[in-house]
């Protein structure tokens, strides 16, 4: 499993236009076998920070994703959409695995 982390910076008058930005994605991402865990817009603090999360199984089904997303008509309306707004000013991602509680999966870790 693995966790996409997308960190934004986002123009702070932009906030709603972000937001529905977000929203589009949220079943796009679902649409093509993620798991989206939501976007995290400013509550306090930095007015300018956005997080989302989604998770793949794998790293080939999110690359899979990213190659089948660069077809997709509705995809490109929401690049497009973000483009045209200006609500993105950039992003960075990353990616995580997630560790659960109880044993750990790696054997090569012995205490």
């Known amino acids: 499993m693995v966790t996409c982390y997308l960190r934004y910076e986002i123009d702070p008058r ?3 236009e ?3 930005y ?3 994605w ?3 991402v679902e649409r093509f076998g993620g798991r989206h865990h939501g976007y995290f817009l400013p ?3 930095a007015n300018d920070i956005a997080i989302a999360l989604f998770t793949f199984d794998s790293l080939a089904d999110y690359e ?3 190659e ?3 077809a997709d008509a509705d995809c490109q309306a929401a690049f497009a959409y973000a483009r045209r707004t200006g609500c993105i000013r950039r ?3 990353s990616f995580m695995r997630p560790v659960f509680d109880g044993p750990s999966t790696d054997d090569t870790f012995v205490v």
């Open 14 to 16: 932009q906030t709603r």
């Open 18 to 20: 972000f937001e529905h």
């Open 22 to 24: 977000a929203r589009l």
């Open 26 to 28: 949220i079943p796009l």
């Open 43 to 45: 509550h306090e603090g």
């Open 64 to 66: 899979t994703y990213r």
């Open 68 to 70: 089948r997303a660069a």
């Open 91 to 93: 992003y960075e991602r």
